[in-house]
């Protein structure tokens, strides 16, 4: 099975993830928590935050990257399929941890500013920032821009649900924002693993974009899809479980 080199978030990924119920794939956790390991080792420190933390899934596999003073901050409406669900993610963090590192707040993102956020665990900006929730483009606007203000200079946003068949408008939403932002870029796209594991696009300002890319290429050689994604401008990275193009003759 593809490694991270962050040996909690491994042993979760191989054994416990497929026990949370969620979306994301062990393939897309595995490049993130691999993507903050890469962090670590080049001195970029900073909290995790998740939008749309549901059951833990994807949190917990990434909040086990996280070095000892740095803390994960998930934040969801706990209400849908039902309100025990925030019961569940508890559960799922005393049982596959880190607890002792994690911050749930049940709240609807659009009301959380950024000056709320950093309250909650003061002293880092965040350096990793997952955004999943609600999927409309008011919620992924303002999601993205919560995201934008609170995300170290070195750090990355990462995006869910992209390309999916069943949200095949998000990727017009995503287009305006970076349109507005030209600072940032997407330097990865982690190709879905099935319909329901979804692709992500990760994030990062100009600045780190080779950076990222140089990194994430080192650590999966065998996962680089040829063609790379085109942003206009410029092409970023796919990383993919199948890397075959097509065989046109």
Partial sequence: MLKSGVPA??????????????????????????????QSEHGISGHLAEIGTF?????????????????????????????GIK???????????????????????????AKELVALAPEKKIRFFHVDGEHTPEHLSNDMAL????????????????LHPGYPT????????????????????????????????????EAHFDFYIGNLIAAFPDRVWPMGA?????KALVLALDTRLADIG
Avoid at 16 to 27: A, D, E, N, T
Avoid at 28 to 35: E, G, K, L, R
Avoid at 230 to 234: K, L, S, T
């Fill in 230 to 234: 085109e942003f206009g401008a410029y």
């Fill in 55 to 83: 059951e833990g899934r994807y949190f917990i596999a990434l909040a086990h990257a996280l070095k000892d003073n740095e803390r994960a901050i998930g934040i969801d409406t706990f209400v849908w399929p039902d309100e």
């Fill in 9 to 38: 978030a491994d042993r979760y990924i191989a054994e416990h993830y497929l026990s949370v119920r969620g979306m994301s794939s062990q393939f897309a956790a595995t490049i993130s928590a691999a993507t903050m390991r890469i």
């Fill in 170 to 205: 998000l990727g017009v939403t995503v287009d305006g924002f970076l349109r507005r932002h030209t600072d940032l870029r997407v330097f990865c796209v982690i190709d879905r693993e099935d319909i329901v594991g979804a692709a992500k696009f990760m994030i990062c300002r």
């Fill in 87 to 113: 019961a569940r993610l508890e559960a799922n963090l005393a049982k596959y941890g880190p607890a002792e590192r994690s911050i749930v707040v049940k709240g609807d993102s659009r009301k959380l500013s």
């Fill in 147 to 162: 995201a934008a203000q609170m995300i170290d200079p070195q750090g990355v946003i990462c995006l869910d649900d992209m």
